[in-house]
């Protein structure tokens, strides 16, 4: 069974930076990524990297300023997050695939989620 424990949300301010990590126990085998839902809106894809790591994809609104990298022999995934705005609050999610399907921005392509970790962004 895997689980997905993230950390590192936090308040900040505008221009801002954060890390989030994701730390898992169990096997994991495929792509992992990060999503996050705001108040009133639906989860969103943010970024995603391949098992290796020599592959990542970033939703275009935090191009240039989120890094996602992982570190297999600790399980984790990272997230840095720099210039950060306020419509980047929200609650971040991890998700990993179990089984090597590819990178993927879409939800339903991972088997397996955090239960999130708050970032909120003042003005």
């Known amino acids: 069974q895997v689980q997905l424990v993230e950390s590192g949300g936090g308040l900040v301010e505008a221009g801002g930076s954060l890390r989030l990590s994701c730390a898992a126990s169990g096997l994991i085998l495929g792509s992992m990524g990060w999503f996050r839902q705001a108040p009133g809106k639906e989860r969103e894809f943010v970024a995603a990297?391949?098992?290796?790591?020599?592959?990542?994809v970033y939703a275009d609104s935090v191009k240039g300023r989120f890094t996602i990298s992982r570190d297999n022999a600790k399980n984790t995934v990272y997230l840095q997050m720099n210039s950060l705005k306020p419509e980047d609050a929200a609650v971040y999610y991890c998700a990993a695939q179990k089984l090597r399907v590819g990178i993927s921005i879409r939800g339903d392509q991972y088997d397996n989620w955090g239960r999130g970790t708050q970032v909120t962004v003042s003005p």
């Open positions: 990297i391949t098992w290796s790591g020599s592959r990542t």
